[in-house]
């Protein structure tokens, strides 16, 4: 069973500081990671993807890869109110041509004014 | 540009009716899935198509459940003879590539199901 883990949260920080977001994944072979923002009530939004080992930056966000460790992370600087909402990591297992996005549960991130 | 669309927004069936659920994707992207996510669940994979070919069905609970996309563009999920536990939001995303992957899925605003 291929799988994605989440903490499930939640996760609360107060404004202005580094919101931590972690995700492991179970197979070796995986090659696109996916993070989505979904607000209660709506759609999951993609905010960042990753390809390669190590860490890339977008605005506030950045997110961090490590393929021998199985591991994706998150992080969001100078976090926000807005910014509260559930991130869910994805996953395209399998390498190659499996296109299909494998989901964590999601954390539940609170940021407090 | 416009984004995913999915119609309708919500859906209240009697258990035994047949639905069908509705998603045009962002105009041009060859790849469309949908997913189904429960409550407090992150999506599910249900089925893939690349322009009108069904690639992968794999996620589809049941016989009772049948999608297509005849033209390559607009989808259809359609679920015959629901049953409670197909309560559920059932989102559609489109996706510009295909094949090898490494390429963000754009999600629709979902289609929340209730069956009573």
């Known amino acids: 069973q291929k799988e994605v883990e989440q903490n499930s949260g939640p996760l609360s920080v107060p404004e202005g500081a580094i919101a931590s977001l972690n995700c492991t994944y179970s197979d070796r072979v995986s090659q696109s990671f996916f993070w989505y923002r979904q607000y209660s009530g709506k759609s999951p939004e993609l905010i960042m993807s990753?390809?390669?080992?190590g860490d890339k930056e977008d605005g506030r966000f950045t997110a961090q890869l490590n393929k021998a460790s199985q591991y994706v992370s998150l992080l969001i600087r100078d976090s926000q109110p807005s910014d509260s909402a559930t991130y869910l990591c994805?996953?395209?297992?399998?390498?190659?041509?499996?296109?299909?996005?494998?989901f964590g549960k999601g954390t539940l991130l609170t940021v407090n004014p | 540009g416009a984004g995913v669309s999915q119609s309708p927004r919500y859906k209240v069936a009697k258990r035994g009716q047949d639905v069908a659920l509705r998603c045009d994707p962002i105009s041009g992207h060859v790849s469309l899935f949908w997913y189904q996510q429960a409550l407090g669940q992150g999506p599910e994979f249900l089925t893939y198509f690349q322009n009108e070919a069904q690639l992968d069905k794999s996620g589809l609970p049941s016989d009772r459940f049948f999608a297509e996309r005849p033209e390559g563009s607009v989808s259809t999920l359609k679920i015959q003879r629901t049953q409670q536990e197909d309560s559920a939001v059932y989102l559609c995303?489109?996706?510009?590539?295909?094949?090898?992957?490494?390429?963000?899925?754009?999600f629709g605003p979902g289609t929340r199901l209730t069956v009573t």
């Open positions: 990753i390809y390669s080992n």
């Open positions: 994805a996953v395209n297992m399998g390498g190659g041509s499996n296109y299909k996005l494998t």
């Open positions: 995303a489109s996706s510009l590539g295909s094949g090898t992957g490494g390429f963000g899925q754009y």
